[in-house]
């Protein structure tokens, strides 16, 4: 029924959240996953602006989690993806292979040649 | 607000920022997430890479973003928040302030119109760079040295006793412990006393025995200075009696080397001198211990034991081995305790006969005054010399924006005739300056931070306290503050002269308005400014140059090119025991060192020159010097024989020291000629006896067989105190610095010396292996930075004046273009008009160097206690400059002169 269009950045926002789970999805950790396998470092803001958006599509969920044990911890912002955000990212990746058929070849024999 | 958590580290200033910026929505988990992330990259980049990013959210864009799509999902009714119902986004309500919009729009247009005018923008932020970079970069270690107070508990009210001993024979920061007791006892204005004194011990276990620095410290000394153990805990009472058992401190970097930063050090052995000591805590690694330069014996220091004062074994109260600080009762003043030091030193001199002999008078001198007073005056210097070069950035930003004012006054007349209100055309200017200064502050912060980085880099041993400079708020409020100062002054004249501007008349005069010849004066007082300005500069680094040369071409009274120098200190042990028993190893040493190929002679001495104070030694010789015993004092140093030739001394008469000279054998001494000329002027010293030792000693004289030329121990720019030199025969201690000359380069000296020693017996520890050239270049550290600095502000001055000079006249030719047309196809000859431009030039820069000329005389004046073998008002160096600068004047306006003078007379004509 997702005919939601995501945009790079909320791609890898989006992506970053699987791929860190339900307990570790929080601002630091998926800005340090996102450099770690993109290189690209997001400010904080530009993270939270993302996630924001996402979050008003229905793609993620946030919450508060218990905060820290420390003197004046904070509650962290935990972020899970939402069953929408799993099939807006397999969309997007659909629509990118289809874009892309027949262009693998092509384009490893451009390097070879 | 949110509450700050203290002690993670986070720039203060932008964590604040940031909570002020960020949307309530996402700050508190923000705020967590960049605290994170700064723990992990300063663990592994470091402090400055951490705060770098972390002040780059500061600056993120999506941070405006952020902002106004929080407040667009706040909007509907329906969204109450963050988490609770997904809310459409809206687009963002246009809802400001009045005139927001005026705002908004002259920004874009300033934005803009910088933009079009790159040479323009480049040239002005690139010189307020300039200034505010130098600015910044000078008052960060200002700051950091001179105004931070020291990293101690209260340490605005902690005072070091100084004692005055004789008439100007002795003023050390030195005390004897018996004393303390007495301080203890009797002062009214201090709450609390410590005392501490050091030495070097060897420390032993590992591989090699190696020489480290050892503090005795009283037991609460660091608590004292508000500093706790970063592991286990300090000494306590029962630890600092005599024959407790013994234990020790480690300082961190030592904690690290020697014991890989065990954990679990506590409990665990340390051998000091053959003796096993317990370790009972480990320092922090931030902790320094701050001295004045004339501390001696106490040091900051690797291990560090208790001091146990033991009244049965402690010398006369006149030989002063001790460092005691004392901390001021709340709301006393220095006065008051300087009152409360005097009452007790004349207590001292009742009760003591030793104290009223030696006339001992105590001083308390503000622990932050003392360790920092041989770079305040540099420091201040530079500070003051950086703030003119500000001026002269301002003076030259100004007259970018006043060149680009005028050949704007049509725009702005256009703008001012179409109905836009004074404040709104005021308003633009202001916010295009405010543009540039930003761009300005940011690149002036950039060369600050890599300046700073390269004097940090750059090991400085000499400037105390450099470890602790940092840019934190109060510094970057400083730049912001000085910025701001600087575009509001720069766009003052701009600012004036554009709110002045009558429309009609511009408008009607076309390119040569109105206002031409007010601009004109503007133009030429910043002009004059600037030019004199930079020859102040120019003069005060022309007169540290001089002195510098001065200092390097001082003859220290030895010879430090192609000498090697080192220490060697023997184990503490019975083989090393008796006295004849370390003659005979330094000698057989001192043997193998002169067969070492390449060797042209080695001997040693008791203490280096350069490395700091030593021993002092009174002396008497006559009546009156003898009946008030140390009243005169000289440096004493030990040596071996051969060690004025091997140092490069000139033996002026008698003889040097000769292996007869032995135990049991005459007293005999070497005197240089200062003490020569004081005891016996006129005379000759050879043959002479000096009263060494108190009267009533058996032997208390010594008599003199050479007289050498003074050398200069302690500091290259003077003399100090007279000089007795012994063999070290006759009193052999168990260290000594050799001096190894040789006919060619000292680094490859130092394997075979390794060798040479560890044949003998590889329990010696050798240390500070380093060429005599390397003292002399510490030692002139000081001066050669401080000449850096100031010639690279004296250059940038003259820099920014020759691109102001050549700015102004190549503007005053572009709008005489036409009038010189006109000449030049009258039949003017191009080369006399030349003559007249440049002559209209130069009759600016004659009054510009004169009123240079007067304030660099006054400045010249404060210069005077940093200059060495040069006045003040040194002509060579007024000339130079005074030509130096007369130089790049008519360098400058001779470019424009000579387009002038290429100016086509139909092109100028036409150009109506």
Sequence with gaps: MTDTQLGSLEQLALLAVWQLGDEDAYGARIRREIAARTGRRLSISALYVTLMRLEDKGLVRSFLAEPEPVQGGKAKRLFRIEPAGIEALRAARAQLDRMWEGLDRGADKALVR | MSGARRGSGEPRLARWLLGRLLAPEVRDAALADLGEDYGIDRRRHGRLVAGLRYWREVASPSLWRLRREARARRRPASSGGWGTSPGRRQPAAERRPAGWGALVTELHHAARSLRLAPGFTAAAAATLALGIGATTFVFTVFYGVLVQPLPYADADRIAMVWADLGDGAQSLPAVHALDYLDYREWSTAFEEFTIATGREVILGGGEEPELVDQGAVAAGFFAFLGVAPATGREFTPEEDVPGAPPVAMLSHGMWRSRFGADPGIVGRAVELEGLVHEIVGVLPRDFRLLLPPEAFLLRDSDVWVPVRIDPERLPPRNYTGFTVLGRLAPGLSFARAQEDMQAIAARLRDTYPVHAEANTRLRAVPLHHDVVKTVAPALRLLLGAVGLVLLVACANVAHLLLVRGTSRDRELAVRAALGAGRGRIALGILLESLLLGAVGAAGGVGLALSGLQLVGGAGLSTVPRLQAVDVDARVLAFVLAVSLATILLSSLAPLLRGMRTDPAAVLR??????????????????????????????????????????????????????????????????????????VAFFEAFREQLQALPGVVAASAVTQLPLTGSGPLQPFAYDAETARRWESVTADSRRVLDGFFEAVGAVLVAGRDFAPDDREGAPRVIVVDERLAQIAWPGEDAVGKRLQVDPEGDPDSFAEVVGVVRHLRLHDLSRETLPQIYTPYRQYPSPWLSFVVRTGGDPAALVHPVREALADLDDRVALDDVRPFRSLVATSLERARVSLWLMAGFGLTAVLLVSVGIYGVFSWTIARRTRELGVRLALGAAPGGLRRAVLWQGLSLIVPSLLLGSALAVLLARSLRGLLYGVAPLDPLTFLSVIALLALVAVASCWAPARRATRVDPVEALRDE
């Design chain 2, 509 to 582: 005069a076309g390119d040569r308005g109105a206002t031409d010849a007010r601009a004109r004066r503007l133009r030429e007082g910043l002009l004059v400014t600037e030019v004199s300005l930079s020859l102040m500069l120019l003069v005060g680094a022309g007169l540290l140059l001089r002195s510098f040369l001065a200092l390097q071409a001082a003859d220290p009274g030895f010879d430090p090119d192609a000498t090697l120098t080192f220490r060697a200190r023997l184990p503490r042990d019975s083989a090393y025991g008796p006295p004849e028993a370390r």
